[in-house]
């Protein structure tokens, strides 16, 4: 279906779009297109070696990984990890390691069995009241722990057209209340085919939510753009913003200010993180996280256990490690800043909490 022309952008709605971080005005910053710095993005082990000063193991050790694999990192993500430090937080999330080539019994390609619950292309429908449409398989990032790091992307949609019998699927079951614009990334789509996508889901009556899972904010932040937030507020559906921030480092210069857009429209902005061995399994870190989150108004809303996807057995943290973790949180957080613990169980009706 052809692409409907971007809504007239209010005056009222560039005000509040027009977010301030430390006195600095984002309609002011010249930024480059996201799509230039995604184009720029570092594909190279050995490039980010290079531009990290590490040593040359480090790239021997991600080689074969690599292949399987790849690496992509955009420059703003990478200006954040420390120089000659090969253990970084946001390095260890991204560089490829020879322990993914490492068989572990129970880490599987779909741990989650995402494959059942298919119901049309692109479509999937995992907990009643809410769909998810699997938008791309495109990515800013790849992040080595990711849970359909194996999923089979070249089935599902490319065309619009091609999205038809997901949004026939929808339209014929009016208990679905919400839909989740999953991937990939789906802010890799660009603003009109998005608005293309958002436009025809509200078309069905008997949406009423429209939810986002992205972690463009964090590593690719001039993604987050007037004409974007516009999309986004614009829409008769009720939009939430969930993105995917794993360590505190991460939130800081460009990313906090991007944030900081996406939460001073009014729009419901959430995070979740995984609990990654290494990375975040610190009361210390975490805390930091939540409190960093927070100033930026955005709710810490899901810390997850590791999904048993293979290829990431050396991410994992032991249950009882993640519980005492965050009863720990709750000593030093006020509730609403200490996230929920869960894990998510094939087949089960919700999200189960730990």
């Given at each position: 279906?052809?692409?409907?022309?971007?809504?007239?952008?209010s005056p009222a709605i560039n005000s509040a779009s027009s977010a301030?971080?430390?006195g600095v005005d984002a309609t002011k910053i010249v930024r480059p297109a996201w799509q230039q710095?995604?184009?720029d993005a570092v594909h190279s082990p050995r490039e980010l070696a290079e531009r990290l000063c590490l040593p040359q193991e480090v790239v021997e050790r991600a080689a074969k990984a690599h292949r399987d694999f790849p690496l992509l990192v955009p420059e703003s993500f990478l200006q954040r990890m420390q120089l000659g430090n090969s253990a970084d937080p946001l390095l260890r999330q991204v560089m490829p390691?020879?322990?993914?080539?490492?068989?572990?019994?129970?880490?599987?390609?779909d741990a989650l069995e995402e494959a059942q619950f298919r119901k049309a292309p692109g479509l999937l429908h995992k907990y009643e009241g809410r769909a998810l449409l699997v938008l791309t398989g495109a990515c800013a990032i790849h992040c080595?722990?990711?849970?359909?790091?194996?999923?089979?992307?070249?089935?599902?949609?490319?065309?619009?057209?091609?999205?038809?019998?997901?949004?026939a699927?929808?339209?014929?079951?009016?208990?679905?209340?919400?839909?989740?614009?999953?991937?990939?990334?789906?802010?890799?789509?660009?603003?009109?085919?998005?608005l293309a996508v958002v436009r025809r889901l509200e078309q069905i009556p008997h949406l009423r939510r429209l939810r986002l899972h992205t972690r463009l904010p964090i590593v690719l932040p001039n993604r987050v753009t007037l004409e974007l937030i516009d999309l986004l507020v614009s829409t008769r559906l009720t939009p939430v913003v969930v993105v995917h921030a794993n360590h505190p480092n991460e939130l800081v210069t460009d990313c906090a200010l991007s944030l900081r857009q996406l939460t001073q429209t009014g729009l419901m902005v959430l995070n979740q993180a995984v609990l990654l061995r290494g990375i975040n399994d610190s009361v210390e870190v975490l805390q930091d996280l939540s409190e960093r989150l927070i100033?930026?108004?955005v709710k810490p809303y899901y810390l997850h256990q590791l999904d048993r996807v293979a290829g990431t057995a050396h991410f994992e943290v032991p249950e009882e490690t993640g519980l005492a973790l965050v009863t720990e949180l709750r000593k030093r957080l006020p509730g609403y800043a200490v996230p929920q613990y869960v894990r998510e169980v094939p087949g089960e009706a919700f999200k189960v909490p730990l």
């Open positions: 279906m052809p692409s409907p022309a971007l809504p007239v952008v301030r971080l430390n710095s995604l184009a390691a020879v322990n993914e080539e490492l068989d572990i019994p129970g880490f599987v390609s080595r722990y990711c849970f359909r790091r194996h999923y089979p992307y070249s089935q599902e949609p490319k065309r619009l057209d091609d999205w038809e019998p997901a949004f699927a929808i339209e014929q079951d009016s208990s679905i209340h919400e839909i989740l614009l999953s991937g990939g990334d789906p802010l890799m789509l660009t603003d009109e085919r998005l100033d930026l108004g």
